[in-house]
């Protein structure tokens, strides 16, 4: 079964073969070339940044490759078949409900799915996107000096 999910993210790798075991698995995945380049996602220093954007299957790799990271944070949310967010950290791990989080941080009710599917949709995208705000963490400015 797949899964579409928005991901957001970067990972610190301690030398070059880390970095290029991660990119193997996104290569072998099918995500560079379909959604990822891999010149736009290597920065300086073994930095592998994951753009915002929503991806096939992604998600449930994102710890397998922070096993190889010396630091990571990545972000990432879902609504398809539930509607849960996730950050994936060296620090820390967190899996969110993220109905229970869009009422903790003053999201109005959801609208019914059944009945109001286009409305229901709208504040799902809504509340994915401020959950994924809300967690994000810049890449280190080395990435980018």
């Known amino acids: 079964m797949s899964?579409?999910?928005y991901v957001d993210g970067w990972y610190d790798f301690a030398d070059k073969d880390a970095l290029e075991?991660?990119?193997?698995?996104?290569?072998?995945?099918?995500?560079?070339?379909?959604?990822?380049d891999e010149e736009d996602i290597v920065k300086k220093d073994n930095i592998l940044v994951i753009p915002f954007g929503s991806y096939r299957n992604l998600h449930r790799h994102l710890?397998?490759?922070?096993?190889?990271?010396?630091?990571?944070?990545?972000?990432?949310a879902s609504s398809d078949g539930y509607l849960m967010?996730?950050?994936?950290?060296?620090?820390?791990g967190l899996?969110?409900?993220?109905?229970?989080?869009?009422?903790?941080?003053?999201?109005?009710?959801?609208?019914?799915?059944?009945e109001e599917f286009e409305e229901y949709v709208e504040w799902s995208e809504e509340v994915m996107t401020a959950f994924m705000s809300d967690h994000r963490l810049?890449?280190?400015e080395q990435a980018f000096a």
Request: proline fraction near 5%; aromatic fraction near 10%.
């Open 3 to 5: 899964e579409m999910a």
């Open 95 to 114: 899996e969110i409900d993220l109905n229970e989080w869009a009422v903790d941080n003053g999201f109005d009710d959801p609208p019914n799915a059944d």
């Open 138 to 140: 810049d890449a280190p």
């Open 21 to 36: 075991d991660a990119l193997a698995k996104l290569r072998h995945g099918g995500w560079i070339g379909n959604g990822l």
């Open 63 to 76: 710890s397998d490759f922070g096993e190889h990271a010396d630091t990571y944070h990545v972000v990432s």
């Open 85 to 92: 967010g996730w950050v994936d950290a060296s620090a820390d």
